[in-house]
């Protein structure tokens, strides 16, 4: 069995962040999940600096990004992490409020893993959180560079 | 006509300036003008002045080196002893120096005259009035038995306006003279030396006698020479009129010739020069007397035409489109020309106002002034037929024609009309008759009044009319010119406030849908978690939740019926067939359990974005199987037939229908025909639909009965316009 990489949500909305937290739970990730509330902290935690400066090493199983963030947006973080040798296969599913088109474009044009509109019904919002961290956390085969939990 | 055009060539070609002889009423010395050598005289020289051209040269030479040295063009001064008017001139390198003899004059008297004549040019209002005290004034002077003004008319034809004599010679008042009568190179001389006179017109020409070596003297120009010999084919004509002595004097106005004053007697006459330069100064009041009523006439008719275009502007102005501006104004249109008709004409239209040829006529017009260039932006002529003769005219009388290209890029041209005007003209003899004797032409024998009407031709457009349409030209120009800065400028505030739209519908997007997602989320988390809930707290927190997710709907329909607005339609095949099949296997949860006969004819393909065209499908679909949800078995029929343009899609159903009377509101935004306890909805579809199908070019209806079932259409053209 392959060591559990945590999934990094990156949310800074309260609501919506307890939300997706109450979905993750629901379907029994054994995944933690560590939760970053702007742009900044989450790249904070993909590069073990700031205040995950001495955080164990390893990368995430899979980033959910939120598009809109305060400081460093969705789209910055996705720009950045795509463009690092070192980081660019973690995946990363952009979650947003709307299926705006050109948020769409750019983001595959930036080499986004993934894009979910979040539903406004709830049973299908859960559907999808669910959906989302059953297969990147379970099904989906991590490319052999991912750098292990623990590992240099 | 082929005649008077040979009979003006033969007359044009004479080279009457340099004759090599003089008439025999006075004498001529022509000298080198640096040594005053003396190199032709008169054969008549000691005749008329007594003296030998050598000792009456001694004498004079002190007086023409001093007026040599002022520098002015001639010199005119009376002798005495022998008593001679003498008048010199330096042209072409020659000094020519002129006697004849004096006669007394009452200089008093004269002058009296001349005061007399001043104020009466003054104080008349008629310029016809002026004319004949001109006439009257002369023949008084001069002692010719009839004295005319005669006036060119644009073709140099002569008009007889005006006349005074002593009844020996018939009246020429009114008849009109072809422009042969005074060939051009004569005109020209006419415009350049003011006075001639022949007092007799069976004069010998006396011959000009060189001094030392021999030389030709037919190579003297005698263009400014009073006592010029005249053409022999001149003397002939004043023989034909019955006329042996002559004088004319010419009448320039603004430095062009305008007319002349022309005195005839049945006998030999002579006028002295102190008379004739009376004559010249009261001619040339005269012409400043016309100069200063034509001018007066420009400005007032300048002043008339100013307030019409101004009229035209504010046309322009209030209509927006400067054509439409003028054709909107019709009446100031023609009267800014005193035209008949006016046309805009530009490829696609053609405005036509008033009395307008045809318009492929007009369209040849335009196409030959094409073909001149770039000169004929601006063009007029009042016959057009003679202008260009290969064409047939215009068949609806129009001759004049006034024509401003507006634009060269986009060849759009404003022309007016005019209608011909026969005019019945009174010739003095035949014009068109060439008499014609041994192989020389003649001038015509008869001077029997000859009455022609002259057709295709119009009123000749004024000088002010012409600057009036030039003047609007320009401000249509400028108003072109403004409007395309408007409409750049319009384009980018249009552009900045899309601009801001999109940022707006963006942040909605993003913002608005988030709490609504909230409400719903947490009231599904409470009504999970409280398991002791009673009926009624379910039942209001389902409530609180479907509200929400109704809010969710609707700002996502909303999003995409603003996006409609500004996204691109794309133009593929569309296979309805497959999209009407895919929309009913997404609505299966809706119609689980329900009775639904289905009738699907096979559906011709589209052309269109297959996205929106599934929405179309999706909520004619949707409202059909929701409106029969009362039924016990539901219909529901979807086919479409071939039409004219295009192809007409139907859906219609058994349903609960609507009331025809409120049509109208069926396609708006919010507007819903059903309470909405009874069908759920966001009020947007259907005009969802109407949009998409007009955007692709195409147009919806409905038809309905309440409690009996509606029926919805939409036509897609074959070819989209976009």
């Known amino acids: 069995m392959p060591e559990l990489r945590p999934i990094l949500l990156v949310e800074d909305n309260p609501r919506d962040l307890e939300l997706t937290l109450t979905a993750l739970e629901k379907c029994q990730i054994a995944n933690d999940i560590v939760v970053a509330r702007d742009g900044a902290e989450a790249l904070d935690f993909l590069y073990l600096s700031g205040s995950h400066a001495g955080r164990d090493a390893g990368d995430p199983a899979v980033v959910l990004l939120d598009l809109k963030l305060p400081k460093v947006d969705g789209l910055e973080v996705l720009e950045k992490v795509k463009r690092d040798e070192n980081l660019r296969h973690v995946p990363i599913v952009m979650l947003t409020s709307?299926?705006?088109?050109?948020?769409?474009?750019?983001?595959?044009?930036?080499?986004?893993?993934?894009f979910v509109v979040k539903p406004v019904e709830f049973n299908q919002f859960f559907k999808a959180i669910q959906d989302l961290g059953v297969f990147w956390a379970l099904l989906n085969e991590p490319p052999p560079k991912l750098r292990q939990v623990g590992g240099n | 006509m082929s005649g008077s055009r040979s009979d003006l060539d033969t007359c044009a070609r004479e080279p009457i300036h340099v004759p090599g002889a003089i008439q025999p009423h006075g004498s001529l010395l022509v000298l080198d003008p640096d040594g005053l050598a003396l190199l032709w005289a008169s054969a008549n020289f000691e005749g008329i002045t007594g003296r030998t051209p050598i000792e009456l040269l001694r004498s004079v030479e002190a007086g023409l080196r001093d007026w040599q040295a002022t520098g002015t063009h001639t010199y005119r001064t009376r002798l005495q002893h022998p008593d001679l008017d003498m008048a010199a001139h330096v042209h072409q390198g020659r000094l020519i120096v002129e006697f004849e003899r004096s006669t007394p004059v009452f200089q008093n008297e004269l002058l009296f005259r001349l005061t007399g004549f001043a104020q009466q040019m003054t104080a008349t209002e008629e310029l016809g009035n002026a004319l004949s005290a001109?006439?009257?004034?002369?023949?008084?002077?001069?002692?010719f038995d009839r004295a005319l003004v005669y006036r060119f008319d644009p073709d140099w034809n002569g008009h007889v306006v005006a006349e005074a004599g002593n009844g020996t010679l018939p009246s020429y008042l009114g008849l009109r003279f072809p422009a042969a009568d005074i060939p051009a190179q004569a005109r020209n001389l006419y415009s350049l030396n003011r006075i001639r006179l022949?007092?007799?017109?069976?004069?010998?020409?006396?011959?000009?006698?060189?001094?030392?070596?021999?030389?030709?003297?037919?190579?003297?120009?005698?263009?400014?020479?009073q006592l010029r010999s005249v053409s022999p084919i001149h003397l002939e004509y004043m023989r034909n009129m019955g006329t042996l002595s002559s004088m004319s004097i010419s009448v320039m106005v603004d430095g062009k010739l305008w007319g002349l004053l022309s005195c005839h007697s049945r006998n030999p006459h002579r006028v002295p020069s102190d008379i004739r330069e009376a004559c010249d100064f009261a001619v040339q009041s005269l012409a400043m007397r016309i100069s200063a009523d034509s001018r007066a006439e420009t400005a007032a008719l300048g002043v008339e035409l100013a307030r019409v275009h101004t009229g035209l502007l504010a046309a322009m102005a209030q209509a927006g489109r400067w054509d439409e501006g003028l054709a909107g104004a019709p009446a100031a249109l023609l009267e800014l020309t005193r035209s008949h008709g006016a046309t805009i004409l530009s490829q696609e239209s053609f405005l036509p106002v008033g009395e307008v040829p045809e318009e492929h006529h007009v369209r040849r017009l335009v196409s030959r002034l094409s073909q001149h260039g770039a000169a004929t932006d601006f063009y007029f002529t009042d016959s057009i037929a003679?202008?260009?003769?290969?064409?047939?005219?215009?068949?609806?009388?129009?001759?004049?024609?006034l024509a401003l290209r507006i634009s060269e890029v986009e060849d759009s041209w404003l022309i007016w009309f005019r209608q011909e005007v026969v005019k019945a003209v009174t010739w003095g003899g035949n014009p068109h008759k060439v008499v014609q004797e041994s192989g020389r032409i003649h001038p015509r024998k008869s001077f029997e009044a000859w009455r022609e009407m002259v057709r295709g031709r119009s009123a000749p457009w004024h000088p002010a009319e012409i600057a009036a349409a030039r003047d609007l030209r320009s401000s249509i120009v400028e108003i072109v010119l403004k409007k395309a800065e408007q409409l750049a400028r319009l384009a980018a505030d249009l552009q900045k406030s899309n601009r801001e739209l999109e940022a707006f519908s963006y942040s909605i997007s993003h913002d608005l849908r988030a709490p609504f997602r909230h409400i719903v989320g947490f009231s599904q988390l409470l009504t999970e978690r409280e398991k002791n809930l009673g009926e009624r707290s379910r039942h209001y927190l389902q409530m609180i939740s479907d509200s929400a997710l109704a809010a969710g709907e609707l700002v996502d329909d909303l999003l995409t019926f603003s996006h409609l607005g500004r996204a691109a339609i794309s133009a593929d095949k569309v296979d309805m067939n497959k999209l009407v099949a895919e929309v009913r296997r997404g609505l299966a949860e809706e119609t689980a359990g329900r009775s639904i006969v289905w009738q699907v004819d096979h559906l011709p393909v589209a052309t269109g974005d297959a996205t929106l065209l599934r929405q179309v499908w999706y909520n004619l679909i949707d409202n059909a199987v929701k409106y029969t949800r009362q039924r016990e078995e539901a219909h529901i029929k979807i086919s479409a037939n071939a039409t004219d343009d295009g192809v007409l899609y139907r859906i219609a159903d058994n349903g609960v229908g609507f009331d025809m009377a409120y049509k109208s509101k069926l396609f708006g935004v919010f507007q819903r025909l059903q309470r909405s306890e009874d069908f759920e909805g966001t009020g947007i579809g259907l005009a969802l639909i109407k949009r998409i199908v007009e955007r692709h070019g195409g147009s919806v209806d409905a038809m309905g009965k309440i409690d009996e079932g509606a029926c919805f259409t939409f036509s897609l053209p074959a070819l989209p316009e976009e």
């Not at chain 1, 705006?100 to 044009?109: G, T």
């Not at chain 2, 030709?216 to 263009?223: E, R, S």
């Not at chain 2, 003679?386 to 009388?397: A, L, M, V």
């Open chain 1, 98 to 114: 709307s299926r705006e088109e050109q948020d769409l474009v750019k983001s595959y044009e930036l080499g986004v893993n993934a």
């Open chain 2, 386 to 401: 003679s202008e260009f003769p290969q064409d047939e005219g215009f068949t609806d009388g129009t001759c004049g024609v």
């Open chain 2, 198 to 225: 022949i007092p007799d017109a069976n004069y010998i020409p006396v011959p000009l006698t060189a001094f030392g070596e021999q030389r030709d003297a037919g190579g003297i120009d005698m263009t400014f020479t």
């Open chain 2, 134 to 143: 001109t006439a009257c004034l002369i023949a008084d002077l001069t002692g």
